[in-house]
């Protein structure tokens, strides 16, 4: 079964300066989706952005990029310009594409992100 | 466009009592998934459906049922509810490809007392 780790629990960054969260991941397959969902207090999921596995390029989304490093199972999600509206729980996820697991995402256990004005 | 609809949004329970929660969804997914969240904690899944009539258990199942007699509807029975059960639960959706995100409704906070 996969794995996903978040090893920040809480992290801050100062409005309009630039914050990374770190996640990794455990698998045997070689082909997966990976995703960073935002929370907010309004509970809403909301996707930030997403990575294909046998892609090498990072995916970037305005201000939000991936550092993925696939040997190394790892896929922090970089902010830049940070907003106060920025200020949530930031979720990692892994998504198999295994017809035996229902294509489930699989999450890690969050990390709170602070915006400091 | 309604999305993924997730009825009640709150809801208190006894010990012992059952209830339904409801899911529905608009965008002809077959993909639909049912997962709760501790408080702090990240979302772990219940169960999924890959199809109306295809339904399988995830990591936590004990204590709830669900049922998929259409693509649109994916309910979450909790019979003789207990305290563990306590948590926000999240119904999801997604369409193939597989690279599509899930689309997930806005959860239902459940007190079990």
């Known amino acids: 079964a996969q794995t996903v780790t978040q090893s920040q629990p809480e992290m801050s960054v100062q409005e309009a300066e630039t914050v990374t969260l770190s996640c990794t991941y455990d698998t045997s397959e070689s082909d997966y989706y990976l995703f960073w969902y935002k929370q907010p207090p309004s509970r809403q999921m909301i996707l930030v952005i997403r990575q294909e596995a046998y892609k090498q390029q990072n995916a970037t989304e305005n201000r939000f990029s991936v550092n993925f490093q696939k040997a190394a199972k790892s896929f922090s999600l970089k902010i830049s310009d940070s907003q106060l509206g920025d200020a949530a729980m930031y979720f990692c996820a892994y998504r198999s594409l295994g017809e035996t697991s229902g294509s489930r995402l699989t999450f890690g256990e969050g990390t709170q992100l602070t915006v400091n004005p | 466009n309604a999305g993924v609809t997730q009825t009640p949004k709150f809801r208190i329970l006894k010990i012992g009592q059952s209830m339904t929660l409801q899911c529905a969804q608009d965008?002809?997914?077959?993909?639909m998934y049912w997962y709760r969240q501790d408080p702090g904690m990240g979302l772990k899944l219940i169960y999924y459906?890959?199809?109306?009539?295809?339904?399988d258990k995830g990591e936590v199942p004990n204590g709830y049922n669900v049922s998929r007699s259409t693509t649109e509807d994916f309910p979450l029975r909790l019979e003789l509810a207990a305290p563990s059960q306590t948590s926000v639960y999240f119904c999801a959706s997604s369409v193939t490809p597989l690279n599509s995100p899930l689309h997930f409704g806005n959860g239902t906070r459940l007190t079990v007392t």
């Open positions: 459906s890959v199809g109306a009539g295809i339904t």
């Open positions: 965008m002809n997914h077959n993909y």
